[in-house]
């Protein structure tokens, strides 16, 4: 069985997206339900990626919103396993902006979802 540290470095979780016009606001900027969404699915995939069990998000937490995402603009959300505890996990996420045509890149958001591991009966089990 790998270790402890060896589990967390690699559930670690990359995922690029392009922040298109039917994502965005009034303001032309990535909506922040559509930002959740993506750092909930990229939490998840790190959270089974570490446990390899099934895995539900019970909370999120402090999701600050530091730049606004424009239209046309390539991202990519990083979630790592950040504690882990008998039956969940704490997952921080962060999201960078990247100007398509520039080499300019900066974290725009960040946040922190915490999962549970069920068992076939749908209880809280271990997550290692």
């Not at 990229?42 to 919103?65: E, G, N």
């Not at 882990?84 to 997952?91: E, F, H, P, Q």
């Amino acid at each position: 069985m790998q270790d402890l540290q060896t589990r967390i470095d690699a559930a670690e979780t990359r995922i690029f997206k392009m922040v298109f016009s039917n994502t965005t606001n009034n303001y032309g900027t990535l909506f922040g339900g559509n930002a959740m969404q993506l750092m909930d699915e990229v939490a998840f995939i790190a959270a089974t990626r570490f446990s390899r069990k099934k895995m539900v998000t019970v909370s999120s937490s402090q999701i600050d919103f530091k730049k606004p995402i424009p239209e046309n603009t390539i991202i990519e959300l990083i979630a790592r396993v950040v504690r882990v505890g008998n039956t969940s996990l704490d997952i921080q996420v962060e999201i960078y902006k990247e100007e398509m045509y520039e080499n300019h890149r900066e974290q725009a958001i960040e946040g922190r979802f915490t999962f549970v591991a069920l068992d076939e009966n749908k209880r809280p089990t271990s997550v290692l």
